[in-house]
């Protein structure tokens, strides 16, 4: 029903141990023993409450921090720094200002060695146009609209054609309207198993959101985070948010959040 069935993982995480030092030699435990599972084709979803490390286990799982203690395997190998395989997109864009569009997009291409200039060109423009921005790959970001720099972020995390994608809170400061396409844009994307992500990890506080799109939810505890539960869902797609089976799922982890 959701996509392929190869149900391995992807992406493990195994007994995580980090914590921030701050100046006054205090240490702010975010995990103690974190292990969780991302398998091949699957749309994982991570809630819990504000503070808890959500943010925190997005740059883990990307590579940008490496954990104290345990071990982060993608494809089975450890995960030492950053790889293009990995495509992010955090809750905001972060473009930067002094390019265009185009230009934006194609950074996230500079370590690509085997590829032309030409050819970063034609890659950058095939997911601007996957995401509806053909017309706009001259602009700078400061012509656009939020929804079109969110569209633009997509861009750079997948034009990479990443395995896994991972999206921090993405729709989060968007105008209803706008999230509620690119939720679908980003849906049938991930649907479309000749495209890349095979995988996607979401951090949302957006229970229906998660419910929405995810097949499983993983909701965290408050710090030091722990797993409170998983919740499986199993309602075909694309899902409609009015059915009593999807809000029963959205109680059940506003229970396992309260
Ligand atoms: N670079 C940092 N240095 C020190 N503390 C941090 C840093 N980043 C986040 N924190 C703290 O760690 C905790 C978890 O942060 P974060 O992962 O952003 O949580 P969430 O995304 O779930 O809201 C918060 O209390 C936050 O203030
Ligand atoms: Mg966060």
């Known amino acids: 029903m959701n996509g392929p069935s190869i149900k391995e993982p992807i992406l493990e995480l195994r007994n995580i141990v980090f914590g921030y030092r701050l100046r006054k030699g205090e240490n702010i435990r975010i995990f103690d023993d974190l292990s969780l599972d991302v398998k091949y084709a699957e749309f994982i979803g991570i809630a819990g409450p504000s503070g808890c490390g959500k943010s925190t286990l997005i740059r883990i799982m990307a590579g940008l921090i490496k954990p104290e203690k345990g071990e982060v395997l993608f494809r089975g190998k450890p995960l030492k720094k950053p790889t293009p395989r990995i495509g992010i997109m955090f809750q905001s864009p972060a473009l930067f200002p002094w390019y265009t569009v185009l230009e934006n997009v194609m950074l996230a291409l500079i ?6 200039e030409n050819d970063k060109i034609e890659r950058a423009r095939v997911f601007l146009d996957m995401v509806g921005l053909t017309a706009f790959e001259s602009a700078y970001p400061a012509e656009l ?3 079109m720099k969110a569209r633009v972020a997509l861009a750079r995390a997948l034009v990479s054609q990443p395995d896994l994608l991972l999206m921090d809170e993405p729709f989060s400061n968007l105008d209803p309207l706008t999230a509620i396409s690119l ?4 849906e049938s994307l991930w649907l479309n198993q000749s495209m890349p992500p095979s995988s996607v990890v979401m951090v949302s506080h957006d229970i229906e959101e998660l419910v929405e799109l995810c097949d499983r939810i993983i909701v965290l505890t408050k710090r030091p985070a722990k797993i409170a539960g998983v919740v499986e869902v199993d309602l075909d797609r694309p899902r409609q948010r009015r059915s009593p089976e999807f809000y029963k799922y959205v109680d059940e982890i506003y229970t396992l959040l309260s």
């Open 183 to 186: 939720r679908r844009e980003v």
């Open 145 to 147: 609209s939020g929804g």
């Open 111 to 116: 370590h690509e060695k085997d590829l032309s």
